[in-house]
């Protein structure tokens, strides 16, 4: 059983920079693939990165490459997504959540547990 809890959201001008954090309970942190996804009010929940067990590994959506990072850092059972030049139609709920695939996977049926979220609003 893994535990996820955000944190570092809030509100920022368009242009602007946030940096989430996910901490994960449990020792067996390293031995999860780790993805975030963001819902819009009223739109399905999208994939926005994910990163592999070892951290070698990152996948970004077009939507956001170039612009995020993620990264981990498993003696501290955390995983942290950098925003920079943020957009308006970035605004929505932040989650991370933990899969047990090999490598990554983009599709959030793949991952077991999920944080609650964190609000993210974008002001143009």
């Known amino acids: 059983q893994v535990q996820l809890v955000e944190s570092g959201g809030g509100l920022v001008q368009a242009g602007g920079s946030l940096r989430l954090s996910c901490a994960a309970s449990g020792p067996t942190f390293s031995s999860y693939a780790m993805g975030w996804f963001r819902q819009a009010p009223g739109k399905e929940r999208d994939f926005v990165a994910a990163?592999?067990?070892?951290?070698?590994?990152?996948y970004y959506a077009d939507s956001v490459k170039g612009r995020v990072t993620t990264s981990r850092d498993n003696a501290k059972n955390t995983v942290y997504l950098q925003m920079n030049s943020l957009k308006p139609e970035d605004t929505a709920v932040y989650y991370c959540a933990a899969s047990t695939v090999v490598g990554f996977t983009t599709v959030a049926g793949f991952y077991d547990y999920w944080g609650q979220g964190t609000q993210v609003t974008v002001s143009s």
């Open positions: 990163i592999s067990r070892s951290g070698e590994s990152t």
